[in-house]
């Protein structure tokens, strides 16, 4: 097969690159609560998106998927660097990565801070599954990884 997409599982899409290969949606999650995020990147998983997990924003950073994150999704309140401050220093290294937000302690002067950054979502923890996948949606599609993208 040369070109184009096949259907992920349920209404989420994967790009054939030429060749042959899976290029499957990689999904970021910064969260210092382990069991966050383990339980966002198997609810991910199980959606047919590749989630990769990070205990720090600095770890993030630092890491390989930094360059290939489709959409990221980040804990508010962390030590060391908050996600506030990692979405600004994204922003300050001309990353365009959407950015979405979680948080256990939802602020509307936080919130409305982060969307004036351009974040894709926010939202409250615990949070509903659709709002999550509707806000990952929209991450895709802003970065042209999303539902009915192929290669052209």
Not at 50 to 58: D, H, K, N, Q, T
């Amino acid at each position: 097969m040369r070109g184009g997409t096949i259907s992920g599982r349920d209404r989420y899409q994967v790009r054939i690159r030429k060749g042959g290969r899976l290029d499957i949606p990689i999904i970021s999650i910064v969260d210092d609560d382990a069991s966050q995020r383990i339980a966002t990147a198997r609810l991910l998983r199980s959606m047919g998106f590749a989630a990769y997990v990070f205990a720090s924003a600095r770890e993030f950073l630092l890491s390989p998927r930094l360059s290939d994150t489709c959409c990221l999704i980040a804990d508010v309140e962390m030590p060391g660097m908050s996600g506030l401050k990692l979405q600004e220093e994204l922003i300050a290294q001309g990353n365009t990565t959407p950015v979405m937000f979680m948080t256990a302690f939802p602020e509307d002067r936080i919130r409305d801070q982060a969307m004036r950054a351009g974040a894709i979502g926010f939202l409250a923890k615990p949070f509903d599954e659709t709002q999550l996948l509707e806000c990952v949606e929209r991450a895709l599609a802003r970065h042209g990884t999303g539902k009915g993208r192929g290669d052209a």
